[in-house]
């Protein structure tokens, strides 16, 4: 089979790596992809919104598979033009994609399915959201509806703070995304991923993960792309998963096939388990990224035969075999990410940490260059490792961060430290 992969992050990589270890691929091309993913088959430089050159590039090459791993060329239609063109391809058509790229459109979708999540307004002029916010008062939070790379969503601890997201957003520092805003009331708990693959009818959940998005140890400073993530999550253990997914995946798929229109693809519900109960913040339509990182390193199956099983709605012969073991992974980033930083650091030590046990080293921001990895991107690595427990896990990632050497690099040091103080 000839594969294509459309994305350059740590989640690429580990599609690649997972799909490589398959045996069924005699080519990988990754568009635009990384360091990483052209030691595993082929890079192509196709940026991964540009859907028309993704299509000719699939027909020229007779690519049989096509994986989109981010939301944007999902949401710029890719799987509908993939499927036009007769290229099987995995993931949401354009309509579905809406439930990442719309959150309008997914509170709208999670009302009408009976989806647990924060009550909300949603706003197109400035003055009744202003008027909604003075109402409901602090904390809050504001979200552009549309997509804004992460950096969309405000948590509002105070009034001002929230009138202040209010007037950046509807004026426009997302552009178009921010042309409508939901603001919503502001939920307590701890974060859970919960993904699962789909065929429109059928759900089969993947193990927990949990990403940690906040750029400093402690969950504090700026949030990020996700600076680390680990499965699974001990607040949501394997003997919930079932319930969970009938609480935050089923529904959607019900609702979204009875709008004609059914749900192909990863759905992930970003969830916020509040005293209350689970409460959905958010659904992507893709795997996470850092989170895919850790769950392929503990799926057994060949990940080519499950994504198929999900194009050709089979989902329901399919079981998913996971290695009991945790898995754990940093983030490696050039110092000043989210914010400005630096590229073209060299990267030493890749080899040595992918020769420890159990260990790989998953590149994102990296590119080959005269026989040197060097940096060039804000997230550069995700070394991640399997252990035994979380425990294991996360001494055996660590382990193997301290093998990498780059100038101008930080990582966050309690990657997983969440979990173990819940066991
Ligand atoms: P989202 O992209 O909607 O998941 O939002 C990004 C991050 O903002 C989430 O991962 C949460 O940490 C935070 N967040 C979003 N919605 C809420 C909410 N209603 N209450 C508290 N925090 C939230
Ligand atoms: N790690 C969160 C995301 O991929 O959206």
Known sequence: MRVLIIGSGGREHALSWKISRGGKAETIYCAPGNGGTAQEGENVPLKDSDVAGLVAFAREKGV??????????????VVDAMREAGIRCFGPDRWCAQLEGSKAFAKSIMQQAGVPTAACGVFTELEPARAFVEEKGAPIVIKADGLAAG?????????????????????GVFGQAGSRVVIEEFLEGEEVSLLAFCDGKTALPLPSAQDHKAAFDGDTGPNTGGMGA?????????????AMADVAIRPVLKEMARQGHPFTGILYAGLMMTKDGPKVLEYNVRFGDPECQPLLMRLENDLLDVMGACIDGRLHEVRLSIRPESALGVVVAAEGYPGSYEKGMEIKGIDEADALPDTKVFQAGTARSEGKTLSSGGRVLCVTALGADLAEAQKRAYEAVAKIDMEKSRHRSDIGAKGLRRL
């Open 64 to 77: 049989d598979f096509v994986i989109p791993g981010p939301e944007l060329p999902l949401t710029l239609g």
């Open 230 to 242: 680990y499965s699974p999550a001990p607040v949501l253990p394997d003997s919930d998963l079932e």
């Open 151 to 171: 950096k969309g969503v405000v948590v509002a601890r105070t009034r001002e703070e929230a009138l202040e997201a209010l007037e950046s957003i509807m004026g």
